[in-house]
Each structure stands twice: as C-alpha cells, then as structure tokens.
C-alpha cells in the first residue's frame, strides 16, 4: 500500500513568513490602537474647546444727528462692556464716528476715566491711555496698543454698533 | 507564625526582609541637619491640600451664581469651614515658599548635576504645576481677584505666539470670561492638576531612590563617624517631626491670620487696586515693565533655561574649569525675584 505522501512544503520559508505575518499583524494593531485612541484624544480636545465661534450683533445706538462734532455718549454693550461713542467730524458719514471700548488691550482688565488727569488708566499694569483710547503709557503705551475700537454703521441716519454678545453677563 | 499572619502572607507575598530594604535607604548624615529635609515638606502639605481640599469641595460649587455664596457658606458657616479653608490657603502659601527654598538649597549646592538632571527637570515641572495649581486655586472664590486673575491669565496665554489664542479659548471655554470658565477651572484646580503633581511627585521620588540623595560632608563631622543612618526609623522619626511643626504652625497662621472674603467678581469693575497672590508679584511686575508680548516670552525663555540649567551648567563648567558662575547667577536670580517681590509688595501700582 502506497503511503500518502506529506504535502510540498518549504520548510525553511515557513519562519520567515509566520515572523512577517506576526509583524505585519502586531503593526496593523498598533497603528489600529493608535488610530482609535488618537481619535477619541481629537474628539476629546475638540470637546473642550468652545462649541460655536464669538456671537457678535448689531444694536442700535442713537440718532445720528442727535450727536453733533465733539460730543460723545456712553453705550453699554449686551456683556456689559462701557463703551463710549463720540462724533468726530461733520461729513454726515459713518467716518464721523469712533466707539471706544473699555477693556485694555494689555491683558483685559477694565479701564476707567479720570477725569483729573484726562486719561484712560488700568489699574492692574498701569497702562494709561489718552481720551481718544491711545496707548501713551505703562505696557500698552510701550507696544502702542490702543483702546478696541467697535464697527459702526449707519442706515437711515441711525448709527449702530458691533458688539459681543457673548460674556458672563449675557 | 499566627493563623492571620499565614492568611495575609499567603495573601501579600512580601517577606520582612524585602520590606525592610524597600523601606531602609540609607540617608545620608547631612540630612540630619533639616533645611536638607525641605523636600519632604511640600510632599507633605500636599497631602494636606488633599485631604482639605476634599472636605471644601463637599460644599463648593463651580458656577459663577453660586461660587462665591458656597465659599461664603464654607467660611462663614459650616463647622470648622473657616479653620479648614485656612489651613488650605496657608498650606498652599507654606508649600510653593518651601518648595523654591528646596529649589535654592539643590541649586546652590550643585545637586542638579550629573546624573541628577532628570531629576531637576522633574523638580521644575512640579514647580510650574504647582504654581498653576495655586492661580486656578484663588480663581474658585469668585471675589474681584479672582476673576480679573483669570482674566489676565487668560490674556497672557493668548499673547504666546500660534497656538496662545488657541489655549484661551480652550481656558476659558470661549472668548472671554464665562459661565464655562468657572467649572473648568475647578476641574483643572481639583483634579487634573493635583493628577498631575502625584505622578511628577512619584518621578521625583523614584528618581531619587534609584540615585540615591547627594552627599555632602561637613568639617565638624569625624572620619570615624558613621556616614549614613537608617530611613526607618531615624530619617522617619525627623519627618514626623517636620510634619508636627507644620501642622502647630498652619493651626496658628489659619486662627492668627484667617481667611478673609474679598468683594465679589465684578466683570464691570476692575479694583483701582488689584495683586495677586504673593507668588505671582514677580511676574505681574514683570509685566508692568515690558509690554505683554516681551514679558511673556522673556519670561518663557527664563524658564527654558531654569529647565535646562544643568546642562548649560555643564557645558560652562567644562568651558571655564572650577568656575562658580552658576552660584553668581542663582545669587542674582535669587535677588531679583525677591526684588521685584518687594517692589510689588510696596506700592499701589
């Protein structure tokens, strides 16, 4: 009786390929691990991070012409933001116009008028700024930073302002 | 042997002997001496930060409606709520001086250097962690300083180059301070980062059991004395002691000198008169020098190289051979950091 002979086989191809196979298969399983929890960390940042972008609006803020050149007013923004508008010049065009913010440019604290010294100060870095919102002292004076200035607009002689409308207070 | 005994060591297979070497480093004789011992003090307050800071956040809550009432409650009212909250402040305060005095002692002694540099870099990472732990500690109370603290910090982050609007926004969860912000910090204050300090505190530590502490020989000691001493119970026994003082002393600062609340945040209103905490003087000085972008990154590459300072060390020692001037320049760092301390201490603005 004929005994059935053992199937070809390469007996010294088999390590490599057993080894080849392992490592292909422990590669595709890093990269897999690296993939599945390198997307959940990206989910994870990305959850932290603020869902929408800044809300801005536009409010209405006076009748132009009831400012005339060389007056100005106070506004109070949605978050509570003062902000002073002023009329600059007589054009009749959005031009005329400059809103002031109150927060400095240096690191956000609020600024406050004073009135004796004809100046914007900050307490919490002593920047200083003059009555049109230029930094002329502490930090913000050194990197010539200024008071933000807000976007108006005016539609049908009323003029209106740019502001945030996201903060604590809103 | 016992019944119990046999049941836990079938249980816990560690024999006396393993504990024993696991448990008896040996210590070096200068430790004896404590201003060696700084170290093991703020690994210490740290876990009285641990434990006090658990019990405050029984009652604490991190919304910007009720933070400031909740401390209010915790020190006005609740049993104990001020002693607590004041033995946590104090501990903080206790922890970061002792931690850069036991910066000062193993810079000034050399005991960064080889092969202790990881060690210091670790050391370093702990400092700045720690710092951070402390800013998003006084942003919880909600009073004035508190929120204009967020504020700057916030700010300052966003004038790193690239990435820093980036990491506002990610701090304060938007663009400006809001009803978000409070809670992430609670959660960087209570969890992430005190996370973080156990970890680098296990780094630390670990490092210093495989290297073994520097040592050091002082003239009044004898070639015949012995020139190490047991941890257990001798290196112990010393730390117990430490840790007795340091509580006699945080009971008396936080009765003596308790805990106060300031006026509430006010995001309208910045106080004419505004610090922060004592260890933040020297940069809020800092950055009434220069403006903003310019502190911040001086400031940045100063801590760079404070990071890396064992290896320029080297590198300079192996330049100019028995030069001392890392000692010239710890001696001037030293001074100016508690210069501009004192200058911020001493005036309004």
Request: aromatic content about 14%; proline content about 8%.
């Given at each position: 009786?004929?005994?059935?002979?053992?199937?070809?086989?390469?007996?010294?191809?088999?390590?490599?390929?057993?080894?080849?196979?392992?490592?292909?298969?422990g590669a595709?399983?890093?990269?897999?691990?690296?993939?599945s929890y390198?997307?959940?960390?990206?989910y994870?940042?990305r959850?932290?991070?603020?869902?929408r972008?800044?809300?801005?609006?536009?409010?209405?803020?006076?009748?132009?012409d009831?400012?005339?050149p060389?007056?100005?007013?106070?506004?109070?923004?949605?978050?509570?933001?003062?902000?002073?508008?002023a009329?600059?010049?007589e054009?009749?065009?959005?031009?005329?116009?400059?809103?002031?913010g109150s927060?400095?440019?240096?690191?956000?604290?609020?600024?406050?008028?004073?009135?004796?010294?004809?100046?914007?100060?900050?307490?919490?870095h002593?920047?200083?700024?003059?009555?049109?919102?230029?930094?002329?002292g502490?930090?913000?004076?050194?990197?010539?930073?200024?008071?933000?200035?807000?976007p108006?607009?005016?539609e049908?002689?009323?003029?209106?302002?740019?502001?945030?409308?996201?903060?604590?207070?809103? | 042997?016992?019944?119990?005994?046999?049941?836990?060591?079938?249980?816990?297979?560690?024999q006396?002997?393993?504990?024993?070497?696991?448990t008896?480093?040996?210590?070096p004789?200068h430790l004896r001496?404590?201003?060696?011992c700084?170290?093991?003090?703020?690994?210490?307050?740290?876990?009285?930060?641990i434990?006090?800071?658990?019990?405050?956040a029984?009652?604490?809550?991190a919304?910007?409606?009720?933070?400031?009432?909740?401390?209010?409650y915790?020190?006005?009212?609740?049993a104990y709520g001020?002693?607590?909250?004041g033995?946590?402040?104090?501990a903080?305060?206790?922890?970061?001086?002792?931690?850069?005095?036991?910066?000062?002692?193993?810079?000034f002694?050399g005991a960064?250097?080889?092969?202790?540099?990881?060690?210091w870099?670790?050391?370093?990472c702990?400092l700045?962690?720690?710092?951070?732990?402390?800013f998003?500690?006084?942003?919880?109370?909600?009073e004035q300083?508190s929120?204009?603290?967020?504020t700057?910090?916030?700010?300052?982050?966003?004038?790193?180059?690239f990435?820093g609007?980036?990491?506002?926004r990610?701090?304060?969860?938007g663009?400006?301070?809001n009803e978000?912000?409070?809670?992430?910090?609670?959660?960087?204050?209570?969890?992430?980062?005190?996370?973080?300090?156990?970890?680098?505190?296990f780094?630390?530590?670990?490092?210093?059991r495989?290297?073994?502490?520097?040592?050091f020989h002082f003239e009044?000691?004898?070639p015949?004395?012995?020139?190490?001493?047991?941890?257990?119970?001798?290196?112990?026994?010393?730390?117990?002691?430490i840790?007795?003082?340091?509580?006699?002393?945080?009971?008396?600062l936080a009765t003596?000198?308790p805990?106060?609340?300031?006026?509430?945040?006010?995001?309208?209103?910045?106080?004419?008169i505004?610090k922060?905490?004592?260890?933040?003087?020297?940069?809020f000085r800092?950055?009434?020098?220069f403006?903003?972008?310019?502190?911040?990154?001086?400031?940045?590459f100063?801590?760079?190289?404070?990071?890396?300072?064992?290896?320029?060390?080297?590198?300079?020692?192996?330049?100019?051979?028995g030069?001392?001037?890392?000692?010239?320049?710890?001696?001037?760092?030293?001074?100016?950091?508690?210069?501009?301390?004192?200058w911020e201490?001493?005036v309004?603005?």
């Amino acid at each position: 009786m004929k005994s059935k002979e053992p199937p070809a086989s390469r007996p010294d191809d088999a390590p490599p390929r057993r080894s080849f196979l392992g490592q292909t298969g422990g590669a595709a399983m890093a990269l897999a691990l690296a993939t599945s929890y390198g997307t959940c960390g990206a989910y994870g940042l990305r959850f932290l991070y603020p869902a929408r972008p800044p809300r801005r609006i536009w409010q209405f803020v006076a009748v132009a012409d009831r400012l005339q050149p060389g007056e100005s007013m106070p506004f109070r923004a949605p978050d509570g933001q003062r902000i002073t508008v002023a009329r600059q010049g007589e054009a009749g065009t959005v031009e005329d116009f400059i809103a002031l913010g109150s927060t400095c440019p240096h690191l956000g604290c609020q600024v406050h008028w004073q009135p004796d010294r004809q100046r914007f100060f900050c307490p919490c870095h002593n920047g200083v700024f003059d009555p049109r919102g230029k930094g002329i002292g502490g930090p913000p004076g050194e990197a010539g930073q200024s008071l933000p200035r807000f976007p108006l607009k005016l539609e049908g002689g009323l003029l209106y302002i740019e502001v945030p409308a996201e903060g604590l207070l809103v | 042997m016992s019944a119990v005994s046999r049941w836990l060591a079938e249980r816990i297979p560690v024999q006396p002997g393993q504990l024993r070497e696991l448990t008896n480093e040996p210590v070096p004789n200068h430790l004896r001496r404590w201003w060696f011992c700084l170290g093991g003090t703020p690994a210490y307050l740290f876990v009285v930060q641990i434990v006090t800071g658990i019990l405050l956040a029984f009652y604490y809550e991190a919304s910007p409606e009720h933070a400031y009432e909740s401390v209010r409650y915790i020190t006005e009212e609740a049993a104990y709520g001020w002693f607590l909250r004041g033995i946590h402040k104090w501990a903080a305060t206790l922890m970061i001086a002792s931690m850069i005095l036991h910066q000062m002692r193993v810079f000034f002694t050399g005991a960064y250097r080889k092969p202790r540099e990881l060690n210091w870099m670790v050391g370093m990472c702990l400092l700045v962690t720690v710092l951070l732990t402390g800013f998003t500690g006084y942003s919880l109370v909600f009073e004035q300083l508190s929120y204009w603290g967020a504020t700057v910090g916030a700010n300052i982050t966003d004038t790193v180059p690239f990435v820093g609007a980036h990491m506002k926004r990610l701090l304060l969860a938007g663009d400006a301070y809001n009803e978000h912000t409070l809670s992430r910090f609670f959660l960087l204050h209570a969890a992430v980062l005190p996370v973080t300090i156990g970890l680098l505190l296990f780094l630390h530590i670990t490092l210093i059991r495989l290297q073994g502490v520097t040592e050091f020989h002082f003239e009044d000691e004898g070639p015949s004395e012995p020139k190490f001493f047991n941890f257990f119970p001798d290196h112990f026994l010393t730390e117990l002691a430490i840790g007795l003082v340091l509580m006699v002393l945080l009971s008396v600062l936080a009765t003596a000198l308790p805990v106060t609340m300031g006026p509430k945040a006010d995001p309208l209103t910045t106080p004419e008169i505004i610090k922060p905490e004592w260890f933040f003087y020297v940069a809020f000085r800092w950055l009434k020098l220069f403006s903003a972008t310019v502190a911040v990154l001086s400031m940045g590459f100063i801590l760079f190289v404070m990071f890396l300072w064992p290896f320029i060390d080297a590198w300079i020692r192996r330049r100019w051979p028995g030069s001392e001037f890392s000692v010239w320049v710890g001696t001037a760092g030293a001074l100016t950091i508690i210069g501009l301390t004192v200058w911020e201490a001493a005036v309004a603005h």
